[in-house]
């Protein structure tokens, strides 16, 4: 073949023409297979090879045969795999072999070589994003060097399929992407159809985009276009709900609320909705996503439960206040200063301002520093500091810790601290879940007066000792200081403390 410069014009005519044929084929090709003959083609055209080949690597990084023109199997079994570049490799140049013969391959590659009849070869790369993806091959029968200008038409067809390579490839993702995003589409949307729970989507105007079957069947309502849900809100519940949604959107968070809707037969049915406001990338509100639960069956075992607690509370306090009333008959022919009768009425005391903080949560739980305060009537935060974490008691746990602090208050009002104008209580706790020492609580008294240790003990020592051991497994230990009493109660968790 001719040089450069020594092209005719006829030519390098023809190679132009051959070299935006090309162009056009790869830019039309629909598929792979397109670009591959379009490049034996011009190989052959333009570069006179009647055989030649086109390898790309797998995903196993191997240099695989894709397609061909006039090898054997045999010849393609043998040397599949074989390149002088490894996938990502940058830069790579175009490598032309004048005589196999004179090379240093391995003497089974040189002899497969020509025993297909091939004794002058080129490799050329493919790039694709600035990476080899592949090569083609040209294979001629006799020696032969390679001149520039075939080297140059080389690169240029190399180049050309290069960027039909990486457009296919784009492509193929995108292609790939866009089935994947439909696939998860179809796949949500199928879940949200067949989802147990109500889900719905509505526009920026409160309009319904979309209903699950379970709200379609729910409402009765299969045509968005004239349905309204808000027509179907109880009136009363009407500003609550809407201002609920209104304070989500308004501070892009997410909203709670509860309401009674119309039943597609007529019934009222309490539905609890979470809901999350939508925002575009320009911040814009484009309308809410959420689910509807139907709690009635919750609501209203919650209002019986609420209304045995109501009951309950109410025959307690008139059990307590029949309990009072017996024991003033009782009492009645004792003066009132007698200390058994003061003991007991403030023991019931003591008792009923638990179960008032109790019935305050439902029975569920009552905070200690609210047990604390309500045990010393009123000196808290003058004569008696408390202090502690939040820390929350069980129904017999807080009975129990009133009555012992009612019985210490007691004490150190006739007999401690509290009998002088200058004497002071600290109630503090610690606390740690965690630990199997989960409560340590001190009641620290400090006067200026010396306080004198009892010679024996007492009812309220020993209700104590023993109450606490009992309810939280407690150690109870009680020094009675010239300054006052320190008890400090060390609650643990398991067996009860010895």
């Given at each position: 073949?001719?040089?450069?410069a020594?092209?005719?014009?006829?030519?390098?005519?023809r190679?132009?023409a051959t070299?935006?044929?090309?162009?056009?084929?790869?830019?039309?090709?629909?598929?792979l297979?397109?670009?591959?003959?379009?490049?034996?083609?011009?190989?052959?055209?333009?570069?006179?090879?009647e055989?030649?080949?086109?390898?790309?690597f797998?995903?196993?990084?191997?240099m695989?045969?894709v397609?061909?023109?006039?090898?054997?199997?045999a010849?393609?079994?043998?040397?599949?795999?074989?390149t002088p570049w490894?996938?990502?490799?940058?830069?790579?140049?175009?490598?032309?072999?004048q005589?196999?013969?004179?090379?240093?391959?391995?003497?089974?590659?040189?002899?497969?070589?020509?025993?297909?009849?091939?004794?002058?070869?080129?490799?050329?790369?493919?790039?694709?994003?600035?990476?080899?993806?592949?090569?083609?091959?040209?294979?001629?029968?006799?020696?032969h060097?390679?001149?520039?200008?075939q080297?140059?038409?080389?690169?240029?067809?190399?180049?050309?399929?290069?960027?039909?390579?990486e457009?296919?490839r784009?492509?193929?993702?995108?292609?790939?992407?866009?089935?994947?995003?439909?696939?998860?589409?179809?796949?949500?949307?199928?879940?949200?159809?067949?989802?147990p729970?109500?889900?719905w989507?509505?526009?920026?105007?409160?309009?319904?985009?979309?209903l699950?079957?379970?709200l379609?069947e729910?409402?009765?309502?299969?045509?968005?276009?004239?349905?309204?849900?808000?027509?179907?809100?109880h009136?009363?519940?009407?500003?609550?709900?809407a201002s609920?949604m209104?304070?989500?959107?308004?501070?892009?968070?997410?909203?709670?609320?509860?309401?009674?809707?119309?039943?597609?037969d007529g019934?009222?049915?309490v539905?609890?909705?979470?809901?999350?406001?939508?925002?575009?990338?320009?911040g814009?509100?484009?309308?809410?996503i959420?689910?509807?639960v139907?709690?009635?069956?919750?609501?209203?075992?919650?209002?019986r439960?609420?209304?045995?607690?109501?009951?309950?509370?109410?025959?307690?306090?008139?059990?307590l206040?029949?309990?009072?009333?017996v024991?003033?008959?009782?009492?009645?022919t004792l003066?009132?200063?007698?200390?058994?009768?003061?003991?007991?009425?403030?023991?019931?005391?003591?008792l009923?301002?638990?179960?008032?903080?109790?019935?305050?949560?439902?029975?569920?739980?009552?905070?200690?520093?609210?047990?604390?305060?309500?045990?010393v009537?009123?000196?808290?935060?003058?004569?008696?500091?408390?202090?502690?974490?939040?820390?929350?008691?069980?129904?017999?746990?807080?009975?129990?810790?009133?009555?012992?602090?009612?019985?210490?208050?007691?004490?150190?009002?006739?007999?401690?601290?509290?009998?002088?104008?200058?004497?002071?209580?600290?109630i503090?706790?610690?606390?740690?879940?965690?630990?199997?020492q989960?409560?340590?609580?001190?009641?620290d008294?400090?006067?200026q007066?010396a306080?004198?240790?009892?010679?024996?003990?007492g009812?309220?020592?020993r209700?104590?000792?023993?109450?606490?051991k009992?309810e939280f497994?407690a150690?109870?230990?009680?020094?009675?200081?010239?300054?006052?009493?320190l008890?400090?109660?060390?609650a643990?968790?398991?067996?009860?403390?010895?």
């Amino acid at each position: 073949m001719l040089g450069a410069a020594e092209l005719s014009p006829t030519q390098e005519s023809r190679e132009t023409a051959t070299l935006l044929q090309l162009t056009d084929r790869l830019y039309r090709s629909e598929r792979l297979e397109d670009v591959y003959q379009a490049a034996l083609d011009a190989i052959r055209e333009l570069l006179g090879c009647e055989r030649s080949s086109i390898l790309l690597f797998d995903q196993d990084g191997a240099m695989r045969f894709v397609a061909w023109r006039g090898l054997s199997e045999a010849y393609r079994a043998a040397v599949d795999g074989h390149t002088p570049w490894r996938p990502g490799d940058r830069d790579a140049e175009p490598i032309f072999v004048q005589n196999i013969e004179g090379t240093a391959e391995p003497e089974w590659l040189k002899r497969t070589i020509k025993n297909e009849g091939i004794v002058a070869l080129g490799f050329v790369p493919l790039m694709a994003n600035g990476e080899v993806v592949g090569k083609f091959m040209t294979y001629l029968p006799h020696i032969h060097e390679f001149s520039p200008h075939q080297c140059d038409l080389a690169v240029s067809i190399a180049r050309q399929v290069g960027f039909s390579l990486e457009r296919h490839r784009a492509e193929r993702a995108r292609s790939l992407a866009e089935q994947q995003v439909r696939e998860s589409d179809d796949r949500f949307r199928q879940m949200a159809e067949d989802a147990p729970i109500m889900i719905w989507v509505a526009d920026s105007q409160g309009r319904c985009l979309h209903l699950n079957q379970m709200l379609r069947e729910f409402w009765g309502v299969y045509d968005l276009e004239s349905f309204d849900w808000s027509e179907t809100m109880h009136p009363e519940d009407r500003e609550q709900i809407a201002s609920g949604m209104t304070a989500a959107r308004q501070s892009k968070t997410g909203a709670r609320v509860k309401g009674r809707y119309k039943r597609h037969d007529g019934q009222y049915r309490v539905l609890e909705t979470t809901a999350k406001p939508q925002f575009g990338a320009d911040g814009r509100y484009e309308g809410m996503i959420g689910v509807n639960v139907d709690v009635t069956e919750r609501e209203e075992a919650d209002a019986r439960k609420q209304l045995m607690i109501n009951e309950l509370n109410h025959r307690v306090k008139n059990t307590l206040a029949v309990v009072q009333s017996v024991a003033r008959q009782t009492f009645k022919t004792l003066p009132t200063s007698r200390p058994e009768v003061s003991a007991f009425e403030g023991r019931l005391s003591a008792l009923a301002q638990a179960h008032n903080l109790l019935a305050a949560t439902s029975w569920q739980s009552a905070s200690l520093a609210d047990i604390a305060r309500k045990c010393v009537n009123g000196d808290a935060g003058a004569r008696v500091r408390v202090a502690g974490p939040s820390v929350y008691l069980k129904p017999k746990e807080a009975v129990t810790t009133a009555m012992a602090l009612h019985e210490l208050y007691t004490n150190a009002l006739k007999h401690g601290a509290l009998r002088t104008a200058d004497g002071t209580i600290d109630i503090t706790w610690e606390s740690d879940d965690a630990a199997d020492q989960w409560l340590k609580l001190r009641w620290d008294e400090q006067c200026q007066g010396a306080v004198e240790k009892p010679s024996r003990r007492g009812f309220g020592s020993r209700m104590i000792e023993s109450a606490m051991k009992a309810e939280f497994h407690a150690d109870v230990q009680m020094e009675f200081r010239p300054r006052g009493l320190l008890c400090t109660i060390v609650a643990h968790r398991g067996a009860a403390a010895v």
